[in-house]
């Protein structure tokens, strides 16, 4: 049995993690353990990161289940966006329902937030091709076929219908994006159609 880590991994200053950011997320199953994923998961996982989206105003372009961690990457989307605070928020519910089963995520997440050049809209997708290879580099789906992998999506809050990998694929994405930060999340009516 491994021991649990008990220090905390370094972080920027909160600022870092605000408003517009966008920020690489790495969660690990504690002690690497598998056999926690399945589809009845997959959805609780998607239920819950909804409900943190639409509080903390924050989208998931994109996110990977793997059998012993998860990748989510997440873009701010209003003045009012406090990443760290939805990572606290996500991480206590989505332990809350692994724990029902046996499992639960380490103590922290580990992070990357996205430098200026890394948030130029190639380096943002080459960033996601990155997440979903995940599955193609461990072997769970073969090479080039990581479009589908059944645990890997995009969720874009009020947009159910965004397929990251479809025919449109990231002109959708960022054109949600775009409309989710001017509405602030639809908190705002979309000043671009005010009369």
Known sequence: MFPRRSERLKRLPPEFYQREA????????DRRRTGWLDAKLHCRFRELLTHSAFRYQFACPIYTLMPDHLHLLWAGLSASTRQLLAMKHFHKNINASLRRIGFEFQLQAYDHV????????SAVETTAEYIARNAEREGLVQSDAFATYPYTGCLLPGAPQVRLFGEQGWDEVWRTLSFLRRTECYRLPDPKYNA
């Open 22 to 29: 966008w920020v690489h997320w790495v969660l690990t199953i």
């Open 114 to 121: 996205l430098r200026e050049e890394e948030r130029e809209r």
